[in-house]
Every structure is written in C-alpha cells, then in structure tokens.
C-alpha cells in the first residue's frame, strides 16, 4: 500500500529527486497522506528530458548506443534450432494468402495450410460435452442454466472443488489439479486394462511438447564426447531435433522401415547406438506411437524388441503417445508403452524408466488451443523426480482450461449417463471421418506417377516417396545448387508437410 512512499524515499536518498514539490499519496483504501517527498509526475519528467538530451547529444556526436542483443551475442543454441511445421515454407504461404486477400492473382483462389495437425482449423466441430463443462469451469454462473447437463454441471463442480478459491483463473499446484490427477491415473489402469497407475506420477503439462521439453532438460549433460545422445525416429516430429538443437545435445537418428511401412527394426537400433557412442552418450530413446508423421501404429513385438533394447542398453524412454485414439487400420491396435513393459515382467517393469505423453491437441477431440497434456514417469530416481518437481514450479503451472479439457477427455461420459449418446456419436463421427480421410490420401497419393505412399494406420498424416526423375535432379542441381528440398529425404519432415 506505501510502495509509492517507499520508492519516493529511495530517490530522495538518491539525489534523484531534488528540488522537487512534495507529493499527496493517496492509497488503495483511499486515505490520503501527506509526503515530503518529491513530485513524481514532475521528477519522471525530468529525467525523460534528460535521458532524452543525453540520446540527442549521443547522435550529434555520431556514437548509437550499440544493442545488446544481436545476431552475434545470440545465444548459438538458438540460431542452431530448426522447425520445418513453422518454417519458410509455411511462412511463404502466409505471404501468398496476404496477397490473394489484397486482390493478387495466382493460378489458383486459396492456400491450404497442412503443415500442422490442427484439426479445428481445418472445421473439425468441437465436441459439446468437453466445451460444456469447460464452460461451467470458466463461467460457474451457468450452473444454473438448464441448457446444460448434470453431467457436464457435476465435472465442472469437482474441478472447480480442487481450485483455489474455486476459479479457474488460480494458480494450481505446479504437477496439476489433485482431482484430475487421480482421473488421468484411472483412466490409464481402465486403458491397460488394470496396470496400476500411481496419480502422483502423473504430471499435468502444457500441451505435450511442454512435457517433452522438461524431460529432455533433466536429461541432457555432458561436454564433448560425453555429451547426452538422444535417439529419434526418422522421419520425426522436428519439435524432437529442435529441442536437441537448443540444449546442445546430440541428434542420433534410427531410420524407420519405410518398406515394412515404417515399423521399428531392431538391427537399426543397435546400429544407431553403436555408431553414436563413438562421439556421445546415447542416454535416451524417443518413440513417437502412433507415428508423426509416417503414420505407422508400432505391433506389441515391436514394442517389446525396444523396451528389451531400452533395458539392455541402459537407456531412459520417452513414448510419445499423443495419438493413441487414432488407429484406422482394421488390423491394427494400440499398445501403450507401459502396458507392454508391465507384461514384460517385474524385472523390465521395475526398472526400465519411461514417460508416456498424451495431449488434448490430438485424437477426437483436436483441441490444439487449450494447450492441455499430461506425462506419467515409470521408474525415475526420487531425488530426480524432486529435481522435476523443482523444474515444473519454475513456470507455475499449466492453463487450469486446459487441464479441465483433460479431465473430459480422460473421465468422459459413461453409458449410463444421458449425455453418453451425443458425446459417442460425435466421437465416432470424428474417428470415421478422420479414418476415410486417411485411405483416401493413400490412394490419391498411389494413384499419381512418381509418388509411392503406405498405408495410413493412424495419427493424422501421410509420408510419401517422391520418385525424382534423374534427368530433373541433375537440372535441379545445375541450376540451383544449394536446394536441399528433395535431397533431405527421408530426415526432412517438410516433404510430407508440404504435401
């Protein structure tokens, strides 16, 4: 309340502030107090004005103040870091789309943006039973309105129990609301079909990237040869090689089986290791499954050949599970990490250390904006799970909307309840549409000359080989030497994002 006097007086000790009138402060309660300080108003001028000579004397003498922050004192990490799904080409279509709305012509009336899997942008509708108890969490007064369920109204109010002061708009505690702690470790013993889940394992994040970039700081150390290794899939998601880049650790990539439509091969693994310990530390593997963006859905035998690789090679393992409710393929299913551990046996289960990461950005739900996730830790060493802790308190905690949105994604309508049969319907007409739209890219794609593509068992993407005819590579390279587009395959993701 006396912060205005305090700071007057510190001037005044200063010297800033002499030959200044003195100033009435009036508090936050209204009571108005004399001071013998300066004026503020006034003395803010003064030194404005003079800052402000000072600036102009500056420039007739020919000497700018040089700027801090340049391309040279940059940290390096950070001009090193690369994200394709928001790159040139993404920002070059922004510009075509700015100039089709001025009035510009070009051969064709709009650009599709599908560099990034953002389902609403796309017109994907909103699923009402998740916006509706959103809505309760943001705006209680409608508790009262009959247009919503009991429901959706009973969700809202057990959120909203484990807020502080009841609101939405509170800090929660840095891991997560309590509540929607204990309903994300049900919902993933209801998924595996009875593995426990410990709900103080599971941490709540912002958006799954938020979770992948935490654990990936915990793990990366080390100078030079002994510097941190992280094995990626390739073809990969580039927030995992930007991620790399700005923590100064070492990209070890193992190359997906495009001719086995992108499965995991056990050899590739060993030889990626092996080669990597030559100039790193390989400490960690990241699986991304299903896969982004070859949209592969990994078999149990697959899974089991890496977590035994995990166990024999000592290495931390991190499933990207975001994509776990989109599986079209009729043959296909999907097995979580966990759960194949878990049935590996106790001596795999109680020592392999995993996270698993979902997202409420994927799915049937598509609900990029919210920025809601979460991450359950398998096995980590308690004192490295306070340091998380620790990590996790630094940005407070993630958007409470968001961990509401997860919370109705991972406790939804059940059966018995009147809201289930909308919610289902809507749920499945999504996963349909999604699933068509996913074989009807695969055959669009194989029925063009020069373009080979796999099947599409899951997530939201297609990656497909483009066939370059010689004579057209050689012009390429005659008249435009430094153009990498085509010749980064299969590690470049802007093929299948272009596309």
Request: charged share 20%.
């Amino acid at each position: 309340m006396y912060r205005l006097q305090s700071l007057a007086a510190r001037s005044l000790i200063a010297g800033a502030l002499d030959h200044c009138t003195p100033l009435t402060l009036t508090s936050l309660t209204g009571v108005r107090h004399k001071s013998q300080g300066p004026s503020v108003e006034k003395c803010g001028q003064m030194r404005f004005l003079t800052a402000e000579a000072k600036a102009s004397a500056g420039r007739l003498d020919g000497k700018m103040r040089e700027k801090t922050l340049t391309m040279d004192t940059l940290n390096p990490q950070v001009k090193a870091v690369e994200y394709a799904v928001r790159g040139p080409i993404v920002l070059k279509a922004g510009e075509i789309e700015r100039y089709l709305e001025e009035g510009g012509t070009k051969p064709f009336s709009e650009v599709i943006k599908a560099n990034i899997g953002d389902a609403h942008a796309m017109g994907q509708q909103p699923i009402t039973f998740l916006r509706q108890v959103v809505a309760l969490c943001t705006f209680p007064e409608l508790m009262d309105s009959p247009s919503f369920p009991e429901d959706a109204k009973w969700r809202a109010r057990r959120i909203l129990q484990g807020c502080g002061g009841h609101s939405l708009g509170s800090y929660s505690a840095s891991p997560g609301v309590e509540c929607i702690r204990k309903d994300i470790a049900a919902y993933i013993e209801q998924r595996d079909e009875g593995v426990p889940s410990d709900w103080e394992n599971i941490y709540l994040t912002t958006g799954a990237s938020d979770g992948i970039m935490t654990i990936l700081r915990l793990l990366v150390s080390g100078k030079d040869s002994s510097r941190t290794g992280v094995m990626i899939p390739i073809p990969q998601y580039p927030l995992y090689s930007a991620a790399i880049s700005e923590m100064d650790a070492v990209q070890v990539n193992y190359y997906l089986d495009e001719d086995n439509c992108w499965a995991l091969d056990i050899n590739e693994l060993h030889r990626a290791y092996q080669a990597a310990k030559q100039h790193c530390q390989p400490r960690v593997i990241c699986i991304i499954n299903p896969g982004n963006p070859t949209g592969q859905v990994q078999s149990k035998k697959c899974i089991e050949e890496v977590l035994h690789f995990a166990y024999e090679e000592n290495l931390f393992v991190m499933s990207d599970e975001v994509y776990q409710d989109n599986v079209y393929a009729p043959d296909c299913q999907f097995h979580s990490f966990k759960k194949v551990l878990y049935e590996m046996g106790p001596e795999y289960f109680s020592s392999v250390e995993l996270v698993s990461f979902h997202s409420t950005s994927k799915g049937y739900t598509g609900e990029c904006g919210f920025r809601g996730g979460y991450m359950e830790v398998i096995n980590m060493d308690p004192e490295v799970k306070a340091q998380l802790v620790k990590l996790l308190s630094v940005r407070l905690c993630p958007p409470l909307a968001g961990q509401a949105a997860m919370d109705v994604i991972v406790n939804p309508p059940q059966p018995e309840e009147h809201t289930f049969k909308q919610f289902h319907q809507e749920k499945s007409s999504v996963l349909g549409a999604l699933a068509e739209k996913a074989k009807l890219t695969e055959q669009i794609l194989n029925a063009v000359p020069g373009i080979k593509c796999n099947p599409v068992q899951g997530a939201m993407y297609a990656f497909p080989r483009i066939f370059i005819p010689p004579k057209a590579v050689e012009e390429a390279k005659a008249s435009a030497p430094t153009i990498c587009f085509w010749h980064c395959y299969p590690s470049c993701p802007l093929v299948s994002r272009a596309l």
